[in-house]
Nanobody
Framework: QVQLVESGGGLVQAGGSLRLSCTAS????????MGWFRQAPGKEREFVAT????????YYADSVKGRFTISRDNAKNTVSLQMNSLRPEDTAVYYC?????????????????WGQGTQVTVSS
């Protein structure tokens, strides 16, 4: 089992940037495909980005492609999400997730391990 703790959320104006981090503990980090998901008020949780175990290949939702970058540091057991050109519609609670079975291409909201979430609010 792995434990995930997110940090880095906050309030930012439209066009600004934030960097989210997620630190994992409890199991070998490289066992897990990692991902970021988000949930806005009144909406379902949705995919944002995923990254392969080795950190070589990444996948993004169309809505964030070109603005967000997911990365991981396997030596530090962390996965990060750099968010640039933020928009009010990016406002949501952002969750880090880990999956020991799914690939970065197939990982979704059924991932077994989740952090507690961090709030990102983008003002217009």
């Amino acid at each position: 089992q792995v434990q995930l703790v997110e940090s880095g959320g906050g309030l930012v104006q439209a066009g600004g940037s934030l960097r989210l981090s997620c630190t994992a503990s409890g199991q070998t980090f490289t066992r897990y495909t990692m991902g970021w998901f988000r949930q806005a008020p009144g909406k379902e949780r949705e995919f944002v980005a995923t990254i392969t175990r080795a950190g070589i290949t990444t996948y993004y939702a169309d809505s964030v492609k070109g603005r967000f970058t997911i990365s991981r540091d396997n030596a530090k057991n962390t996965v990060s999400l750099q968010m640039n050109s933020l928009r009010p519609e990016d406002t949501a609670v952002y969750y880090c997730a880990a999956d020991p079975v799914a690939t970065a291409q197939t990982m979704g909201i059924l991932a077994p391990y989740w952090g507690q979430g961090t709030q990102v609010t983008v003002s217009s």
